[in-house]
């Protein structure tokens, strides 16, 4: 599953998204793309694991939770609002219970028009994901001067400076969040879960 973060006018995120999207598929994966702004996910009043009984939720949330709940691995795309997590990507994940995300490896995309790659946002999402037991791995994608490293159509662009190395860092980025994703599935299957 991949979770784009921005609902921001004028995002950058939607070229990283797809830019990640076709790493996976180039690997034969199924990919289940979140686009918050497609979502359109109410601001937080109740969330599905406070609906009793938990079919009495709304069905839109019964079935992401489903898609999220049978993923073998998170993939969070995020850019930095004032340093930090975006409140649709907050908003989203509060939606739902640890339990659901639990289990399975994330491994966290940033970016941003700056030299920064929106690095310190994905700090706070290693915390996020962690406790909801999502374990990030420890190879995190940042993406500096985005604008420059990937074009509008998610391709890299190979003839910037940012853009030169934008394929092998994905894949390194994906290789390792693929051996994680198989290691805590084989756990899920022989174990189930704590």
């Not at 850019?79 to 975006?86: A, D, G, K, V």
């Not at 409140?87 to 940033?110: Q, Y």
Request: net charge negative; charged share 20%; with cysteine.
């Amino acid at each position: 599953m991949v979770i784009l973060g921005s609902t921001r006018e004028g995002r950058l995120g939607e070229r990283v998204g797809k830019f990640v999207v076709s790493g996976l598929k180039e690997r034969n994966l199924q990919v289940d793309f979140i686009d918050p702004m497609e979502v359109q996910l109410p601001m937080l009043e109740k969330p599905l694991h406070f609906h009793r009984p938990a079919d009495t939720a709304p069905q839109q949330l019964q079935d992401l939770n489903k898609q999220i709940k049978d993923s073998d691995a998170i993939i969070v795309v995020s850019c930095e609002y004032n340093h930090s997590i975006p409140p649709a990507l907050a908003n989203f994940v509060d939606h739902f219970p640890g339990s659901s995300f639990g289990g399975k490896p994330s491994g966290i995309v940033t970016y941003s028009p700056s030299f920064v790659g929106g690095a310190r946002a994905g700090i706070q999402l290693r915390s996020l994901l962690g406790e909801l037991g999502c374990i990030s791995t420890s190879n995190m994608l940042t993406i500096p001067k985005v604008h420059n490293a990937i074009n509008q159509d998610g391709t890299p662009n190979t003839e910037s400076e940012e853009g030169s190395h934008m394929s092998s860092a994905l894949k390194k980025f994906l290789d390792q969040l693929g051996w994680w994703a198989s290691a805590a599935k084989n756990q899920r299957e022989q174990h189930g879960m704590w």
